[in-house]
């Protein structure tokens, strides 16, 4: 299934489960990735900051979730480390890696998710 809002996941939902189908939906535009501890730790901790902070986050398929599996936890300060790496700055200046959020609203919706994050 595709990535979309809450009442697509729902109808989605009512519609495949009214059939007897497993329905799988991602509501809300939640991407999600699950890191198993035999992935490659390196390669893996440096595409999950791509992807997460990349496009300041703001592509379709930015990651806003992870999920480590097993020892894979142990890898979070390795993403924290990697993602503290990244310059953001202006998306006309060589060597930035997030640029600018593309509106108030935008900005407004990113403070409103560290606020809930940090309170979590």
Known sequence: MREGSN??????????????????????AKNHATILPDADREETVKAIA??????????????????LVGSAQEWLPDIVEEAKKLRVGSGF?????????????AKDRAEQIIEEATNE
């Open 7 to 28: 009442a697509v996941g729902a109808y989605i939902h009512a519609r495949g489960t009214a059939t007897g189908k497993r329905v799988q939906a991602n509501l809300g």
């Open 50 to 67: 791509g992807a997460a902070f990349g496009a300041a986050g703001q592509r379709c398929m930015a990651l806003s979730a992870i999920i």
């Open 93 to 105: 200046h060589e060597g930035v890696d997030v640029g600018p959020l593309i509106s108030p609203e």
